[in-house]
Protein backbone atom coordinates (compact mmCIF):
# COMPACT_ATOMS: atom_id res chain seq x y z
CA UNK A 1 0.00 0.00 0.00
CA UNK A 2 1.13 3.52 -0.84
CA UNK A 3 1.31 6.01 2.21
CA UNK A 4 0.65 9.64 1.49
CA UNK A 5 1.14 10.12 5.86
CA UNK A 6 2.39 6.98 7.36
CA UNK A 7 0.61 7.31 10.43
CA UNK A 8 -2.56 6.51 12.05
CA UNK A 9 -4.63 9.79 13.83
CA UNK A 10 -6.52 8.17 16.92
CA UNK A 11 -9.19 10.84 18.54
CA UNK A 12 -9.79 9.81 22.24
CA UNK A 13 -7.02 8.29 24.40
CA UNK A 14 -9.69 6.60 26.92
CA UNK A 15 -9.08 3.13 27.60
CA UNK A 16 -9.79 2.37 23.67
CA UNK A 17 -7.91 4.78 21.76
CA UNK A 18 -5.16 4.13 24.17
CA UNK A 19 -5.29 0.34 23.83
CA UNK A 20 -6.11 0.85 20.00
CA UNK A 21 -2.72 3.10 19.61
CA UNK A 22 -0.64 0.70 21.76
CA UNK A 23 -1.52 -2.89 19.86
CA UNK A 24 -0.51 -0.49 16.45
CA UNK A 25 2.45 0.67 17.67
CA UNK A 26 3.64 -2.91 18.78
CA UNK A 27 3.16 -3.93 15.25
CA UNK A 28 5.70 -1.17 14.31
CA UNK A 29 2.47 1.69 12.89
CA UNK A 30 3.01 5.17 13.73
CA UNK A 31 0.25 6.86 15.55
CA UNK A 32 -0.18 9.92 17.17
CA UNK A 33 -3.20 10.40 19.62
CA UNK A 34 -5.56 12.99 20.52
CA UNK A 35 -6.70 13.43 23.67
CA UNK A 36 -8.62 16.07 25.13
CA UNK A 37 -8.02 15.82 28.75
CA UNK A 38 -4.77 16.68 30.06
CA UNK A 39 -4.49 13.58 32.12
CA UNK A 40 -5.81 10.18 32.64
CA UNK A 41 -9.28 10.71 33.07
CA UNK A 42 -10.74 9.25 36.22
CA UNK A 43 -13.52 7.85 35.42
CA UNK A 44 -15.72 5.62 37.59
CA UNK A 45 -17.23 3.59 35.02
CA UNK A 46 -15.79 0.40 33.88
CA UNK A 47 -14.57 -1.93 36.29
CA UNK A 48 -15.76 -5.40 35.34
CA UNK A 49 -12.95 -7.02 32.31
CA UNK A 50 -14.50 -10.20 30.87
CA UNK A 51 -12.33 -13.30 30.04
CA UNK A 52 -12.14 -13.36 26.36
CA UNK A 53 -10.93 -9.88 26.99
CA UNK A 54 -7.96 -10.79 28.97
CA UNK A 55 -7.26 -13.89 26.34
CA UNK A 56 -7.14 -11.28 23.50
CA UNK A 57 -5.22 -8.32 25.14
CA UNK A 58 -2.12 -11.09 26.26
CA UNK A 59 0.18 -10.66 23.42
CA UNK A 60 -0.13 -6.48 24.26
CA UNK A 61 1.22 -7.03 27.70
CA UNK A 62 -2.45 -4.92 29.21
CA UNK A 63 -3.32 -8.36 30.11
CA UNK A 64 -0.62 -8.79 32.97
CA UNK A 65 -0.91 -5.33 34.08
CA UNK A 66 -4.68 -5.70 34.77
CA UNK A 67 -4.18 -9.07 36.30
CA UNK A 68 -1.58 -7.22 38.56
CA UNK A 69 -3.97 -4.45 39.36
CA UNK A 70 -7.21 -5.97 39.36
CA UNK A 71 -9.04 -8.26 41.78
CA UNK A 72 -9.71 -11.72 40.21
CA UNK A 73 -13.87 -12.57 40.99
CA UNK A 74 -14.87 -16.29 39.87
CA UNK A 75 -18.35 -16.10 41.11
CA UNK A 76 -21.45 -13.82 40.16
CA UNK A 77 -24.82 -13.83 42.05
CA UNK A 78 -28.34 -12.89 40.93
CA UNK A 79 -30.48 -11.55 44.06
CA UNK A 80 -33.70 -10.26 45.54
CA UNK A 81 -33.59 -7.03 47.44
CA UNK A 82 -36.86 -8.81 49.73
CA UNK A 83 -35.67 -12.63 49.28
CA UNK A 84 -31.55 -12.37 49.23
CA UNK A 85 -29.53 -14.63 46.94
CA UNK A 86 -31.07 -16.27 44.12
CA UNK A 87 -28.83 -17.82 42.35
CA UNK A 88 -24.70 -18.02 41.97
CA UNK A 89 -22.67 -18.85 39.00
CA UNK A 90 -18.97 -19.86 38.80
CA UNK A 91 -16.55 -18.85 35.66
CA UNK A 92 -14.49 -21.44 36.64
CA UNK A 93 -16.77 -23.43 34.19
CA UNK A 94 -15.23 -22.41 31.48
CA UNK A 95 -11.65 -23.17 32.24
CA UNK A 96 -11.72 -25.11 28.85
CA UNK A 97 -12.77 -21.98 27.05
CA UNK A 98 -10.53 -19.29 28.24
CA UNK A 99 -7.35 -18.77 29.94
CA UNK A 100 -8.76 -16.72 32.35
CA UNK A 101 -12.09 -18.31 33.64
CA UNK A 102 -13.08 -15.32 35.72
CA UNK A 103 -14.19 -11.51 35.64
CA UNK A 104 -11.13 -9.53 36.74
CA UNK A 105 -12.15 -6.18 38.58
CA UNK A 106 -10.03 -3.32 37.29
CA UNK A 107 -10.89 0.21 36.63
CA UNK A 108 -10.76 1.66 33.35
CA UNK A 109 -8.97 4.78 34.56
CA UNK A 110 -6.36 2.00 35.90
CA UNK A 111 -5.82 0.34 32.12
CA UNK A 112 -5.22 4.05 30.84
CA UNK A 113 -2.54 5.31 33.65
CA UNK A 114 -0.99 1.53 32.41
CA UNK A 115 -0.97 2.30 28.32
CA UNK A 116 0.20 6.34 28.59
CA UNK A 117 4.10 5.42 29.96
CA UNK A 118 4.41 2.29 27.54
CA UNK A 119 3.22 4.31 24.83
CA UNK A 120 5.28 6.87 25.53
CA UNK A 121 8.19 3.95 25.44
CA UNK A 122 7.81 3.70 21.92
CA UNK A 123 9.53 5.22 19.23
CA UNK A 124 6.53 6.52 16.65
CA UNK A 125 3.98 7.28 18.74
CA UNK A 126 3.04 11.27 19.97
CA UNK A 127 0.50 10.84 22.96
CA UNK A 128 -0.86 14.65 22.63
CA UNK A 129 -2.81 15.25 25.94
CA UNK A 130 -4.59 19.10 25.67
CA UNK A 131 -5.64 18.42 22.20
CA UNK A 132 -9.24 18.39 21.25
CA UNK A 133 -10.75 17.38 17.76
CA UNK A 134 -12.75 19.87 16.82
CA UNK A 135 -13.01 19.23 12.80
CA UNK A 136 -12.64 16.10 10.65
CA UNK A 137 -11.99 15.51 7.26
CA UNK A 138 -11.98 12.64 5.35
CA UNK A 139 -10.37 12.09 2.03
CA UNK A 140 -9.91 9.89 -0.85
CA UNK A 141 -6.08 9.25 0.69
CA UNK A 142 -5.91 10.73 3.97
CA UNK A 143 -7.88 12.11 6.81
CA UNK A 144 -6.80 15.24 8.56
CA UNK A 145 -8.06 16.45 12.41
CA UNK A 146 -7.53 19.92 13.61
CA UNK A 147 -7.36 20.07 17.48
CA UNK A 148 -7.36 22.82 19.88
CA UNK A 149 -4.52 22.94 22.24
CA UNK A 150 -3.47 25.62 24.46
CA UNK A 151 -1.17 27.28 21.66
CA UNK A 152 -4.34 27.68 19.50
CA UNK A 153 -5.36 24.80 16.42
CA UNK A 154 -3.20 22.30 14.55
CA UNK A 155 -3.98 20.36 11.81
CA UNK A 156 -2.34 16.41 11.81
CA UNK A 157 -2.48 14.14 8.60
CA UNK A 158 -2.90 10.59 8.68
CA UNK A 159 -3.65 7.69 6.36
CA UNK A 160 -6.22 6.04 8.75
CA UNK A 161 -8.48 7.59 11.97
CA UNK A 162 -9.75 5.76 14.50
CA UNK A 163 -12.35 7.24 16.63
CA UNK A 164 -12.20 6.61 20.32
CA UNK A 165 -13.79 9.69 21.30
CA UNK A 166 -16.45 8.30 23.44
CA UNK A 167 -20.28 8.33 23.29
CA UNK A 168 -20.98 11.86 21.92
CA UNK A 169 -18.04 11.36 19.69
CA UNK A 170 -17.66 14.35 17.50
CA UNK A 171 -15.88 12.45 14.56
CA UNK A 172 -19.23 10.43 14.25
CA UNK A 173 -20.83 13.34 14.60
CA UNK A 174 -18.70 14.92 11.72
CA UNK A 175 -18.81 11.95 9.44
CA UNK A 176 -22.59 12.16 9.90
CA UNK A 177 -22.93 8.73 11.28
CA UNK A 178 -26.65 7.95 12.84
CA UNK A 179 -26.46 6.66 16.62
CA UNK A 180 -29.25 4.75 16.93
CA UNK A 181 -31.27 3.83 19.46
CA UNK A 182 -33.19 5.32 22.72
CA UNK A 183 -31.62 6.78 25.79
CA UNK A 184 -33.24 5.83 29.01
CA UNK A 185 -35.11 8.42 31.52
CA UNK A 186 -33.07 7.55 35.01
CA UNK A 187 -29.62 8.65 35.52
CA UNK A 188 -27.33 6.06 37.08
CA UNK A 189 -25.36 6.69 40.08
CA UNK A 190 -22.13 5.09 41.20
CA UNK A 191 -20.72 5.29 44.68
CA UNK A 192 -17.60 3.90 45.97
CA UNK A 193 -16.94 3.22 49.56
CA UNK A 194 -14.29 1.30 51.94
CA UNK A 195 -17.01 -0.19 54.05
CA UNK A 196 -16.32 -4.55 53.80
CA UNK A 197 -19.70 -5.78 52.88
CA UNK A 198 -18.63 -8.98 52.22
CA UNK A 199 -18.05 -8.45 56.50
CA UNK A 200 -21.25 -8.13 57.30
CA UNK A 201 -23.36 -9.12 54.20
CA UNK A 202 -22.51 -12.77 55.01
CA UNK A 203 -23.33 -14.73 51.72
CA UNK A 204 -22.46 -12.27 49.15
CA UNK A 205 -19.70 -12.63 46.29
CA UNK A 206 -17.85 -9.86 44.65
CA UNK A 207 -20.47 -9.41 41.97
CA UNK A 208 -23.97 -9.17 43.18
CA UNK A 209 -26.97 -8.13 41.04
CA UNK A 210 -30.08 -7.13 42.83
CA UNK A 211 -33.28 -7.19 41.68
CA UNK A 212 -35.97 -4.79 43.05
CA UNK A 213 -38.78 -2.72 41.90
CA UNK A 214 -38.24 0.46 43.03
CA UNK A 215 -34.23 0.13 43.48
CA UNK A 216 -32.11 -2.19 41.93
CA UNK A 217 -28.58 -2.27 42.78
CA UNK A 218 -25.33 -3.83 41.61
CA UNK A 219 -22.90 -3.92 44.27
CA UNK A 220 -19.20 -4.88 43.15
CA UNK A 221 -15.68 -5.71 44.83
CA UNK A 222 -13.07 -4.04 43.29
CA UNK A 223 -9.56 -4.16 44.44
CA UNK A 224 -9.95 -1.21 47.33
CA UNK A 225 -13.56 -0.44 47.65
CA UNK A 226 -17.13 -1.58 46.73
CA UNK A 227 -18.73 0.37 44.42
CA UNK A 228 -22.42 0.26 44.39
CA UNK A 229 -24.60 1.13 40.81
CA UNK A 230 -28.12 1.90 41.29
CA UNK A 231 -30.99 4.03 38.94
CA UNK A 232 -31.31 7.45 40.45
CA UNK A 233 -35.36 7.98 41.16
CA UNK A 234 -36.55 9.94 38.14
CA UNK A 235 -38.30 12.61 40.35
CA UNK A 236 -34.72 13.60 41.85
CA UNK A 237 -32.64 15.87 40.04
CA UNK A 238 -28.98 14.78 38.85
CA UNK A 239 -27.15 17.18 41.35
CA UNK A 240 -29.48 16.47 44.47
CA UNK A 241 -28.76 12.72 43.95
CA UNK A 242 -25.00 12.81 44.19
CA UNK A 243 -25.27 14.96 47.77
CA UNK A 244 -24.36 13.13 50.61
CA UNK A 245 -28.16 13.21 51.69
CA UNK A 246 -29.32 10.85 48.76
CA UNK A 247 -26.22 8.62 48.65
CA UNK A 248 -26.28 7.78 52.15
CA UNK A 249 -29.88 6.75 51.64
CA UNK A 250 -28.90 4.22 48.51
CA UNK A 251 -26.33 2.85 50.60
CA UNK A 252 -28.38 2.68 53.88
CA UNK A 253 -31.41 0.72 51.94
CA UNK A 254 -29.17 -1.56 51.15
CA UNK A 255 -27.38 -2.33 54.15
CA UNK A 256 -28.77 0.04 57.55
CA UNK A 257 -25.98 0.89 59.99
CA UNK A 258 -25.76 3.05 62.86
CA UNK A 259 -22.91 4.79 61.21
CA UNK A 260 -23.13 7.46 58.09
CA UNK A 261 -20.98 5.61 55.36
CA UNK A 262 -17.40 6.76 54.55
CA UNK A 263 -17.77 7.74 50.29
CA UNK A 264 -14.69 7.82 49.07
CA UNK A 265 -15.89 8.33 45.10
CA UNK A 266 -19.42 9.41 43.32
CA UNK A 267 -20.17 9.90 39.92
CA UNK A 268 -23.54 10.24 37.94
CA UNK A 269 -23.98 9.25 34.55
CA UNK A 270 -26.37 9.15 31.56
CA UNK A 271 -26.94 5.49 30.07
CA UNK A 272 -28.65 4.89 26.43
CA UNK A 273 -29.06 1.80 24.63
CA UNK A 274 -27.00 2.95 20.67
CA UNK A 275 -25.16 1.34 18.06
CA UNK A 276 -23.79 3.73 14.85
CA UNK A 277 -25.34 3.04 11.75
CA UNK A 278 -22.24 2.38 10.21
CA UNK A 279 -19.00 1.73 11.27
CA UNK A 280 -16.92 3.27 9.03
CA UNK A 281 -16.58 6.51 6.32
CA UNK A 282 -13.77 6.20 3.34
CA UNK A 283 -10.33 5.72 5.51
CA UNK A 284 -11.87 6.39 9.28
CA UNK A 285 -13.43 3.75 11.97
CA UNK A 286 -15.68 4.20 14.41
CA UNK A 287 -14.47 2.05 18.33
CA UNK A 288 -15.56 2.07 21.55
CA UNK A 289 -18.56 4.11 22.54
CA UNK A 290 -17.97 5.92 19.70
CA UNK A 291 -19.51 3.05 18.03
CA UNK A 292 -21.72 1.58 20.33
CA UNK A 293 -23.22 2.43 23.93
CA UNK A 294 -25.19 0.69 26.30
CA UNK A 295 -26.45 0.76 30.03
CA UNK A 296 -23.59 -0.86 32.25
CA UNK A 297 -25.60 -4.03 33.46
CA UNK A 298 -23.57 -6.87 32.56
CA UNK A 299 -19.84 -5.20 32.21
CA UNK A 300 -19.88 -5.58 28.47
CA UNK A 301 -19.49 -1.79 26.93
CA UNK A 302 -15.95 -1.51 27.54
CA UNK A 303 -14.67 -4.97 26.75
CA UNK A 304 -16.90 -4.90 23.74
CA UNK A 305 -14.94 -1.82 22.75
CA UNK A 306 -11.74 -3.48 22.90
CA UNK A 307 -12.35 -5.95 21.06
CA UNK A 308 -13.28 -3.74 18.25
CA UNK A 309 -9.49 -2.56 18.17
CA UNK A 310 -8.39 -6.05 18.16
CA UNK A 311 -9.95 -6.55 15.13
CA UNK A 312 -9.66 -3.49 13.62
CA UNK A 313 -5.81 -3.07 14.52
CA UNK A 314 -5.09 -6.58 13.30
CA UNK A 315 -6.74 -5.65 10.24
CA UNK A 316 -4.76 -2.37 9.69
CA UNK A 317 -1.97 -3.93 10.20
CA UNK A 318 -2.15 -6.64 7.52
CA UNK A 319 -3.00 -4.14 5.37
CA UNK A 320 -0.05 -1.29 6.62
CA UNK A 321 2.78 -4.33 5.96
CA UNK A 322 1.53 -5.42 2.39
CA UNK A 323 -0.47 -8.75 3.48
CA UNK A 324 -3.75 -7.31 2.13
CA UNK A 325 -5.19 -4.85 0.48
CA UNK A 326 -8.06 -2.24 1.18
CA UNK A 327 -10.80 -4.68 0.86
CA UNK A 328 -9.49 -5.75 4.45
CA UNK A 329 -10.73 -3.28 5.99
CA UNK A 330 -14.12 -3.91 4.29
CA UNK A 331 -14.46 -6.60 7.11
CA UNK A 332 -14.63 -4.92 10.48
CA UNK A 333 -18.17 -3.84 10.57
CA UNK A 334 -19.68 -6.94 9.40
CA UNK A 335 -17.91 -8.88 12.08
CA UNK A 336 -18.17 -6.43 15.27
CA UNK A 337 -21.52 -4.49 14.84
CA UNK A 338 -23.70 -8.01 15.55
CA UNK A 339 -21.98 -7.84 18.90
CA UNK A 340 -22.82 -4.47 19.59
CA UNK A 341 -26.47 -5.37 18.50
CA UNK A 342 -27.54 -9.16 19.51
CA UNK A 343 -24.63 -9.38 22.32
CA UNK A 344 -23.92 -6.32 24.17
CA UNK A 345 -26.97 -4.33 23.76
CA UNK A 346 -29.63 -7.52 24.07
CA UNK A 347 -28.00 -8.53 27.24
CA UNK A 348 -27.66 -5.68 28.71
CA UNK A 349 -31.28 -4.69 28.08
CA UNK A 350 -32.74 -7.77 29.08
CA UNK A 351 -30.58 -7.78 32.15
CA UNK A 352 -32.20 -3.96 33.07
CA UNK A 353 -35.45 -5.28 32.71
CA UNK A 354 -35.20 -8.92 34.93
CA UNK A 355 -33.29 -6.03 37.59
CA UNK A 356 -36.11 -4.04 37.58
CA UNK A 357 -39.42 -5.60 37.02
CA UNK A 358 -42.44 -4.11 38.83
CA UNK A 359 -44.86 -6.94 38.04
CA UNK A 360 -45.05 -9.57 40.99
CA UNK A 361 -45.65 -12.28 38.59
CA UNK A 362 -43.76 -11.71 36.24
CA UNK A 363 -40.70 -11.22 38.95
CA UNK A 364 -41.58 -14.41 40.27
CA UNK A 365 -41.38 -16.09 36.97
CA UNK A 366 -37.94 -14.55 36.57
CA UNK A 367 -36.70 -15.65 39.78
CA UNK A 368 -37.42 -19.47 38.50
CA UNK A 369 -35.58 -19.09 35.55
CA UNK A 370 -32.48 -17.96 37.12
CA UNK A 371 -33.02 -20.94 39.67
CA UNK A 372 -33.77 -23.50 36.66
CA UNK A 373 -30.51 -22.28 34.41
CA UNK A 374 -28.54 -22.40 37.43
CA UNK A 375 -29.83 -25.86 38.49
CA UNK A 376 -28.83 -27.08 35.35
CA UNK A 377 -25.03 -27.75 34.69
CA UNK A 378 -25.84 -27.38 30.77
CA UNK A 379 -27.81 -24.42 30.54
CA UNK A 380 -25.63 -22.70 33.72
CA UNK A 381 -22.37 -23.57 31.15
CA UNK A 382 -24.92 -21.58 28.40
CA UNK A 383 -25.18 -18.43 30.41
CA UNK A 384 -21.75 -18.36 31.09
CA UNK A 385 -20.69 -18.85 27.54
CA UNK A 386 -23.37 -15.88 26.73
CA UNK A 387 -22.71 -13.38 29.86
CA UNK A 388 -18.62 -13.74 28.92
CA UNK A 389 -18.75 -12.74 25.86
CA UNK A 390 -17.16 -16.06 24.61
CA UNK A 391 -20.50 -16.94 22.33
CA UNK A 392 -20.82 -13.55 20.57
CA UNK A 393 -16.96 -13.42 19.87
CA UNK A 394 -17.64 -17.28 18.46
CA UNK A 395 -20.54 -16.63 16.51
CA UNK A 396 -18.51 -13.31 14.68
CA UNK A 397 -14.89 -15.69 14.54
CA UNK A 398 -13.09 -14.03 16.59
CA UNK A 399 -12.55 -16.36 19.01
CA UNK A 400 -11.88 -20.24 17.58
C1 LIG B 1 -21.78 3.31 35.40
C2 LIG B 1 -21.07 2.60 34.29
C3 LIG B 1 -20.35 1.45 34.55
C4 LIG B 1 -19.72 0.76 33.52
N1 LIG B 1 -19.08 -0.41 33.79
C5 LIG B 1 -18.55 -1.14 32.80
C6 LIG B 1 -17.87 -2.36 33.06
O1 LIG B 1 -17.74 -2.76 34.22
N2 LIG B 1 -17.35 -3.06 32.02
C7 LIG B 1 -17.47 -2.62 30.72
O2 LIG B 1 -17.02 -3.33 29.82
N3 LIG B 1 -18.04 -1.43 30.44
C8 LIG B 1 -18.59 -0.67 31.44
N4 LIG B 1 -19.14 0.54 31.16
C9 LIG B 1 -18.97 1.12 29.83
C10 LIG B 1 -17.56 1.76 29.68
O3 LIG B 1 -17.33 2.71 30.69
C11 LIG B 1 -17.40 2.41 28.31
O4 LIG B 1 -17.79 1.46 27.34
C12 LIG B 1 -15.95 2.84 28.07
O5 LIG B 1 -15.60 3.94 28.86
C13 LIG B 1 -15.74 3.20 26.60
O6 LIG B 1 -14.40 3.53 26.38
P1 LIG B 1 -14.02 4.52 25.19
O7 LIG B 1 -12.54 4.64 25.24
O8 LIG B 1 -14.68 4.07 23.93
O9 LIG B 1 -14.73 5.91 25.56
P2 LIG B 1 -14.44 6.86 26.80
O10 LIG B 1 -14.05 6.08 27.99
O11 LIG B 1 -15.61 7.75 26.90
O12 LIG B 1 -13.17 7.70 26.35
C14 LIG B 1 -13.25 8.67 25.35
C15 LIG B 1 -11.99 9.54 25.44
O13 LIG B 1 -12.02 10.46 24.36
C16 LIG B 1 -11.74 11.77 24.83
N5 LIG B 1 -12.40 12.71 23.91
C17 LIG B 1 -13.73 12.91 23.74
N6 LIG B 1 -13.95 13.81 22.78
C18 LIG B 1 -12.73 14.18 22.32
C19 LIG B 1 -12.30 15.08 21.30
N7 LIG B 1 -13.17 15.79 20.58
N8 LIG B 1 -10.97 15.22 21.08
C20 LIG B 1 -10.07 14.52 21.81
N9 LIG B 1 -10.42 13.65 22.78
C21 LIG B 1 -11.74 13.49 23.03
C22 LIG B 1 -12.28 11.77 26.25
O14 LIG B 1 -11.63 12.76 27.04
C23 LIG B 1 -11.94 10.36 26.73
O15 LIG B 1 -10.65 10.27 27.28
C24 LIG B 1 -19.80 1.24 32.19
C25 LIG B 1 -20.52 2.40 31.92
C26 LIG B 1 -21.17 3.08 32.95
C27 LIG B 1 -21.97 4.31 32.62
Redesign the pocket.
Given at each position: MTRRHDRVLI???????SIAALLLARRGIPVTV????EDV?L?Y??????PPTLDLLEECGATAAMMSMGLVCPVTQYRDRQQGKIVEFDFSALKDDTRHPYRLQCE?FKLVGWAYPELRKIAGVELLLG????EISVGQDEVVVA?MTKDGKKVFKGDFLIA???????VRKALDIEFEGFTYPEH?L?AGTRYDFKAHMADICSVNYTADPDEWYLLLEIPDMWRI?APVDRRIEPDEAMQDRYLQNCLQNLLPRPEAYEIAVKAI?R?SQRVALSYRKGRAFL????AH?NN?LG???????LHDVVNLTARLARVWHGEADLSELDGYEPQRKPEAVNGINAITARNKRLMEERDPAVRARNLDEWRRIAASRELAYQHLLETSMIASLRRSRMLP
Open positions: VGGGPVGLERAVDRASTIQQHEATAGDGGRSLFVIYVAGDAIPGLGLNGG
